[in-house]
């Protein structure tokens, strides 16, 4: 079965760089949410978004910004990079509208700033 | 507020004996509850979901969880481990802000399997 992908999967920047996560949904899913774990970390909700509008938001810092394309992929653009960026960032999708609204998450994209 | 609490960071057990997860939850209203599984390097799995209904859950891998409201705890429990069930757990509660994408996780509990 098709699962959530990410990319890129490693991402290496210097500080004050951008950079620009993608996220593919599981086909038919109409949310996607985004979350940050960092070193040893949980993972923090950062935003999220249903039918291509953000539908709530966490501890997405004003440097990061995200959306969500007609064909339901989503970006996650950061700039301004700083060290404490460096983390796993995860996507999960699911389905709300008559679905459970389980989470499926990706594997992660990992960014390093150095 | 909403939080997780996972006394135990570090859990080791032998292979063959049983496991219990602790987690508690701080929530105004009736939660959802979820256990997943990261192995280094992967991506969250849910291992079992609590919403409603019966309080004893069973999820994937011979898991199971029980909420357990007056004690506002959802233990993990697996009566044998395996060597792959080594893994960092994380309880996690949803449901805030009406959608229960929006999860707050606790820190995790590192599980290691002695041989």
């Known amino acids: 079965a098709a699962g959530v992908i990410q990319s890129p999967r490693h991402l290496i920047k210097e500080k004050r760089e951008t950079a620009t996560l993608k996220c593919y949904p599981i086909?038919?899913?109409?949310?996607v949410y985004w979350y940050q774990q960092g070193p040893g970390q949980d993972p923090q909700f950062l935003i999220s978004?249903?039918?291509?509008?953000?539908?709530d938001k966490g501890s997405i810092p004003d440097r990061f910004s995200a959306q969500q394309f007609s064909d339901y992929h989503s970006e996650l653009n950061m700039s301004s990079l700083e060290l404490g960026d460096s983390a796993l960032y995860f996507c999960?999708?699911?389905?709300?509208?008559?679905?459970?609204?389980?989470?499926?998450f990706g594997e992660g994209s990992r960014l390093t700033v150095l | 507020a909403q939080s997780v609490t996972q006394p135990d960071i570090h859990i080791t057990v032998s292979e063959g004996a049983s496991l219990e997860l602790r987690c508690n939850y701080s929530?105004?209203?009736?939660?959802?509850l979820f256990w997943y599984v990261q192995s280094p390097g992967q991506g969250l799995q849910l291992l079992l979901k609590?919403?409603?209904?019966?309080?004893l859950v069973q999820g994937i891998k011979g898991f199971e969880a029980e909420f357990k409201r007056s004690q506002s705890s959802f233990n993990l429990r697996k009566p044998s481990v395996h060597w792959s069930d080594a893994a960092e757990y994380f309880c996690?509660?949803?449901?805030?802000?009406?959608?229960?994408?929006?999860?707050?996780f606790g820190k995790g509990t590192k599980l290691s399997v002695k041989p």
């Open positions: 999960a999708s699911s389905l709300l509208a008559g679905g459970t609204g389980e989470l499926f």
């Open positions: 086909p038919r899913h109409d949310t």
């Open positions: 978004f249903y039918e291509k509008m953000q539908s």
């Open positions: 929530y105004g209203a009736t939660p959802y």
């Open positions: 609590y919403f409603s209904g019966d309080t």
């Open positions: 996690a509660v949803g449901g805030y802000g009406g959608s229960q994408g929006n999860l707050i």
